[in-house]
């Protein structure tokens, strides 16, 4: 067995494109995804005209906000343009040199500030979006409906704010600014203390009776107003996620990817390598003369399997070894994802095997091998709750036949601790190999 | 595969090989002494290379044996059974090795030498002309020192020259006591080299003699020139009054 696997690799070598493409194509997808991996997603260009007077501030509940500060809320989210006119926003937009625009009213701060007052007005601001492109308008829409609420937030609390200085100034009393003029507030508490000092002089009963009327409601007031202030700031964040971890803790999304992409790799090299190999048996007539009498259609099935693990696995090492470059790699569970490896290509080249033996051609076998391998390898990525219950268990069904999820689990949790387990998935492709391994050899029977 | 009884390098008897419900050989029975040269010849689908298929050992009979003499049998198919991509020296030690030789590399210089072709042990199989790529197919076939060689249309696809070449080296291996059995439709080419001409149709051994007395076989009109017909004539001959 040993000869014909060297003599795979002899004829893999001679084949300067095919073992360019073995190397290259691990580094080049290590290179693309550890570059999405380290990146953030791209900043959309968004055009500002911020209309409001130079120096004029956002005040309200006693706090202030000023032009700069609402420019940098939204700059540090996204690439601002700044523009001097609507019109000229609204034209930077409809060039394409800003995906959205962005116009502050003249008049936003005396609206904002209006909530806080006897008559309040909406504060709107105008968003203009170029729709050519819906893909770029739904990630423009989400970052600014994300950027409204947490201004509306802002504000919501700012008033909450502002309010409760109000109900202060009503229980305890104090000074009052109005139209330029200062106002003593007597307050309630105030009031009760005067009202009961002017009860103890009273002899009317008719009037100590009124008198005691109303220090009853200015009690009932001031404590029911002491409540205000925790509904204020309830109203201002009324619901407050608080978010529990239960069961296993997911593997980081980057480790995921990783495996996604070292998975999708090691099956494609292996099944599309195997598959032609063993195809190229036949097409070179060498087959029939193997196994007259040199060595058993077992033994050349091995070979192949031998030949799919060994390249199949030292593609993955490639690959992960490029990714290491952007993204740590775990090197001491090493011994873990590399047996996970090392299955999971032996499985796939079972699945190689099995589609070479069957299709007897070296074009009929690639072809194959990328219809059965593109659709199981998708399913196997549909999230479990992205689907009902039937399909999901359909999917789970359909998934298992094939190596790909359980080598898919077995990397991610050798890469990752926080990972699925490992052994299942393993002892899951032990059983995928024999089972294609057992297909190929039926299949070698009349090849 | 076992020894033959006789001095026969190679006895077949009572090949039955059955495809479904079609039978393909009907109880055929063959044999070829040493250094003898058999030409099997026949009509398309009679049976021809089942019947080397099987004398190879590479098809299994469903009723009859086959039994051979010490060495064996080496089994050289229609297409050259190489790898294009490996060079005429590694293709060689690849099959010396499979047969368990103990000095492989001794094997591949033999063979290089008797095919002639060792200056071209470097150059990948694929780059070589058809005639020297059947060499190098039937080197291997010769690799495990075989007493019957078995070649399936060895000179298909090959130009006069090339052809001559290839049965000089073939007759080179006839002198040292191989027995050669070929499959052809070339009848001329059956004449020329085999002493002797077995012929195939519908699964079954319908002859089996010399070029001279197939041509015994039938009475067929002279030639134009007066004089006796060839034997691909004398063959369509004997075929139609055998009833194929």
Known sequence: MRWLLLKDLQILRRSPVQLALLIIYPIAIALLVGFSLTRGPEQSTVALYNAMPAGETLGFGGEELDGDEIRNQLCDRVECIEADSTEEATSLVESGD??????????LGEKIASLAGFNPQRPEITVVVNGSSAV????????????????NQLIAGRLAEGG??????????????????????????NTKALLAEVQSEVRDPVQKEKLERAIRFATLATENLDLADPILTAISQPVVADKVEVGNEAPGLDTFAIAVTATFALMFVTVLLVAGS??????????TRLTAGLVTRGQILAGKLGLGTIVGFAVVLILLASLAAFVPIQWGRA???????????????????ALGAATREVRAATLAAVMLCLPFALLSLVPDDAVGPLIETVITVVTAAFPFRPALDALTGGLEISGPSVWLPMLHLLILVLIYGGLARIALRRF | MTEPRSTQALLASGIVKRFGDRVALGGIGFEAGPGEVVAVIGPNGAGKTTLLTILAGITEPDEGSVESSGGGVGWVPQQAALYRRLTVGENLLLFARLQGHDDPQAKVDQMLELTGLAERQGDQVGSLSGGNQQRINIAVGLMADPA???????????????????WQFILGLVKTGTAVVFSTHDIQEAERYAERIFVVADGSGVFDGT????REAVVTPAGPDGNGVDLETSFLAFLKKAGH
């Open chain 1, 278 to 287: 063993l195809a190229l048996e036949k097409e070179e007539n060498a087959f």
């Open chain 1, 98 to 107: 800003a995906t959205a625009a962005v116009i502050v009213p003249e008049d």
């Open chain 1, 335 to 353: 011994p873990i994802w590399i047996l996970a490896a090392l299955l999971g290509a032996m499985a796939f080249a079972a699945v190689g095997a």
């Open chain 2, 211 to 214: 070029a001279t007395e197939l």
């Open chain 2, 148 to 166: 019957v060689l078995l070649l399936d249309e060895p000179s298909v696809g090959l130009d006069p020259a090339q052809r001559a070449r290839l």
């Open chain 1, 164 to 189: 409760k200085q109000y109900l202060n100034l009503i229980l305890e009393g104090g000074d009052f600014t109005i139209v330029g003029q200062q106002i003593e507030i007597l307050g309630l508490k």
């Open chain 1, 136 to 151: 770029e308008n739904e990630i423009v829409d989400d970052r600014i409906d994300a950027m409204l609420a947490e201004a």
